[in-house]
């Protein structure tokens, strides 16, 4: 089963948030993990503003572990129509663009995704 883990649930899972659990069961054999390009910047970009660099770099190479899906033209458009018809900010259509495409369920914490389909949210 292909699954797409949310910037906000990898961050939960590499901080030990509250929620950390939650998503570590979609961290095991069992599921294929696609990440789009953008979820690797968001997750660089916070945990080394707030952990430093050497933490950032070492679990975004886990991400590069997942199958890193690059923004092609085709996922732009969809994540345009995408956030026309859902009202979502260019990262979180971004995000469940690239589910679609790879028809993937995105798992996230993130309430502007909640209630979407193909989209499981954890809380």
């Given amino acids: ?13 590499f901080t030990d948030g509250p929620l950390a659990d939650r ?3 979609y961290l095991t054999p069992r599921y ?18 707030e952990r430093g ?4 770099l070492l679990h975004t190479a886990r991400l590069n572990g997942t199958h890193v899906i690059p923004l092609t033209s085709s996922i732009a458009y969809l994540a345009a129509d995408l956030s026309l018809h859902h009202g979502l ?3 979180d259509a971004i995000v469940y663009a690239t589910g679609k495409d790879q028809e993937a369920e995105v798992v996230t914490g993130d309430a502007d995704l909640k ?9």
Avoid: H
């Avoid at 699954?3 to 939960?12: F, R």
């Avoid at 209630?115 to 809380?123: C, D, K, W």
């Fill in 1 to 13: 089963m292909k699954v797409l883990i949310d910037s906000s649930g990898w961050i939960e899972f």
């Fill in 23 to 25: 998503y570590a069961v």
């Fill in 32 to 49: 294929e993990i696609v990440t789009p390009t953008i979820v690797l910047y968001e997750v660089y970009k916070i945990i080394k503003r």
């Fill in 53 to 56: 660099e050497e933490t950032a």
């Fill in 89 to 91: 900010a260019m990262a």
């Fill in 115 to 123: 209630g979407l389909p193909g989209v499981v949210y954890v809380r």
